[in-house]
């Protein structure tokens, strides 16, 4: 099988209002994917759905092959960072992530080794026995993160996982994560859209409670025939740059400028006729694709 | 889950200080009943021409049961003609600890134990638990982790008041006093699992630990009058069919604690730990069936 979790058709109700209403997505075992969405798009409802938190009122879901989330089968292979939720504050940061790998089945040791690894990896060794409430947000958020990889689970949900870090922690994370693509299954609830892009290889647009686009994130970013130049000075007059390409139209950003083509046009084929005409402008970097905010935007949220 | 329940349970200072209260309750009370138990002495061994030691109680401990104001005093608050057989004869301070822990065991079962649930809930901490054990098995071992905080908290509360017993009183029973304490510590417990299972039954159905607490001390005073209404309308048909309702209250069964002989002991203690996990698993079973938001 090679999806880690799948869900179809999933539907919960709030009186008249559907959280969500028919979510179905599948993530493929070994990737991370990205779920994006506005507030209340239905993001959060479906983790706690598959979570085991919020009982739908239909649809299936199936994590790691084995049915709808039971912790006495998916304890130690399925961890989620739930969003807006407190550790006990009474809890000192190792002996909490002891006890819930040992709550996992991890034994003594094998709690105590997995606990250690992830306080060096989140940078907390120095408040491995301060209590949760001595912690600031964003330490606990890190103890928070820490207790989703105990015992190295196969698959995790993190929502909002870099909110509130400051931003050498949130490039830590980052990385933490990024080693693990490829052998643990990850999704990804964020509202940075830099961050997805620079953490996800799939990526879903959610809305209204149903995934209304799923993609590899190559596929969202590059399916438009687009280039972005950086440049050092503002370019003369774009019509005569862009006389050179027949087909492309330009127009001036901030830090340079955007060619956008029909998809008869190549990539290599535009460069090929601006490249020599933008040089004298200083070409600070060619930028082939689009990013996800604007994939989002341009496609799905306007 | 108990032993990570207790864990936790013993770092919240809640919980240490409520059993921290419960043994300054037993030492003063058992203080003061001393002083009061000295003076109703004093004055026996006056009338009985008997002589006193200086500065400590005791010595006619076995003469004041011959005292007709202390026989009326102890069938008056034992109220049961077998449970009085069985205690006549055993020493006042014995008998003071165990009046004191079977009044005080409800209210410390219920503050202890009625937010575990709903504040772990609300706070959202219940999450990151219910990743790793069935919601069963969160439930059980939030009732057996209480269970034992409150046993830990009644052996001490026995051996503090043992301490001060034997500090204020003399006599050569007074080695004996502190297993038959350590023993009415063990009934009590019985008793606090009934009304463990009342306060996390509760917790489970609430999604504040504010609520579940004033729902749990209502329960509280609920179930000690509604026995007794139930008793002044025994005699109507209504009542007398009501009558069954006694069953579901702690408070019904504790006279069967005050026995001295194993049968009744050990009766009184299963339905007093069957009242506890049917309260229990009516709150477990909305639980299973609730969202956990």
């Not at chain 1, 690894?117 to 026995?129: H, T």
């Not at chain 2, 200080?17 to 061994?45: C, H, P, R, W």
Request: net charge positive; proline share 3%; aromatic share 8%.
């Amino acid at each position: 099988m090679n999806e880690a979790l799948v869900t179809r058709g999933l539907v919960k109700r709030y009186g008249r209002h559907a959280a969500l209403d028919g979510f179905s997505l599948s993530v493929p075992r070994g990737s991370v994917t990205g779920l994006v969405g506005r507030n209340g798009a239905g993001k959060t409802t479906w983790m706690m759905t598959v979570a085991g938190f919020v009982r739908p009122n239909s649809g299936e879901v199936n994590l790691l092959g084995r049915g709808a989330f039971d912790a006495a089968v998916h304890s130690g292979r399925f961890a989620m960072l739930p969003q807006d939720s407190d550790l006990p504050n009474e809890g000192r940061v190792r002996s909490l992530l002891v006890g819930y790998g040992r709550l996992q089945g991890l034994s003594g040791k094998a709690a105590c080794e997995s606990a250690d690894r992830l306080i060096a990896a989140f940078n907390l060794s120095d408040k491995a026995n301060s209590s949760v409430r001595a912690l600031s947000h964003g330490m606990r958020k890190r103890v928070a993160v820490a207790q989703t990889f105990l015992g190295e689970p196969e698959l995790v949900m993190l929502d909002e996982p870099l909110s509130g870090l400051d931003p050498v922690e949130a490039d830590r994370l980052r990385t933490f994560i990024l080693a693990r693509r490829g052998r643990t299954t990850i999704v990804v609830s964020s509202h940075q859209l830099d961050d997805i892009e620079r953490l996800c290889t799939h990526v879903a647009f959610v809305a209204d409670g149903r995934v209304e686009r799923m993609e590899t994130l190559r596929a969202l970013t590059s399916d438009a025939g687009r280039i972005a130049y950086a440049l050092r000075a503002r370019p003369g007059e774009l019509a005569d740059i862009a006389a050179a390409c027949p087909g492309v139209r330009l127009s001036e950003e901030a830090d340079g400028v955007v060619a956008e083509f029909s998809s008869e046009l190549s990539v290599e084929a535009v460069n090929a006729a601006l490249l020599p005409r933008l040089l004298e402008f200083g070409v600070l970097s060619v930028q082939p694709g689009r990013s996800l905010a604007d994939a989002y935007l341009d496609d799905f949220a306007k | 889950m108990a032993r990570f329940e207790l864990a936790a349970a013993l770092r919240t200072k809640r919980a240490i200080a409520l059993v921290a209260i419960y043994l300054v309750v037993s030492l003063f009370g058992m203080n003061s009943t001393i002083t009061v138990l000295g003076k109703m002495e004093d004055q026996l061994a006056g009338i009985l021409h008997v002589e006193t030691v200086e500065g400590k109680s005791g010595v006619v401990s076995a003469a004041l049961w011959k005292s007709r104001p202390f026989q009326k005093i102890a069938h008056s608050v034992v109220g049961d003609s077998l449970v009085y057989d069985d205690i006549v004869g055993r020493h006042p301070a014995e008998l003071i600890y165990a009046w004191m822990v079977f009044l005080c065991v409800p209210f410390l079962s219920i503050l202890a134990s009625c937010r575990r649930v709903a504040d772990d809930v609300s706070s959202g901490a219940a999450k990151f638990v219910l990743l790793r054990v069935t919601r069963l098995q969160w439930t059980v071992g939030k009732f057996l982790g209480q269970s034992f905080l409150i046993l830990s908290g009644l052996i001490l509360g026995a051996l503090g008041a043992w301490c001060v017993a034997a500090f204020r009183l003399s006599g050569a029973d007074i080695p004996a006093l502190l297993p038959a304490m350590i023993l009415w510590s063990f009934k009590a417990w019985f008793l606090s699992l009934a009304w463990l299972g009342v306060a996390l039954g509760i917790s489970h159905l609430s999604t504040s630990g504010s609520k579940a607490q004033t729902l749990s001390l209502g329960l509280l005073v609920a179930f000690a009058i509604a026995p007794r209404v139930l008793k002044l309308y025994a005699d109507t048909v209504v009542g007398a069919k009501l009558q069954v309702l006694k069953m579901l209250f702690p408070s019904v069964m504790e006279d069967a604690l005050w026995r001295a002989s194993p049968g009744p002991v050990a009766a009184g203690a299963v339905w007093l730990l069957a009242i506890g996990l049917m309260w229990l698993s009516f709150g477990h079973l909305i639980f299973t069936r609730r969202d956990v938001r």
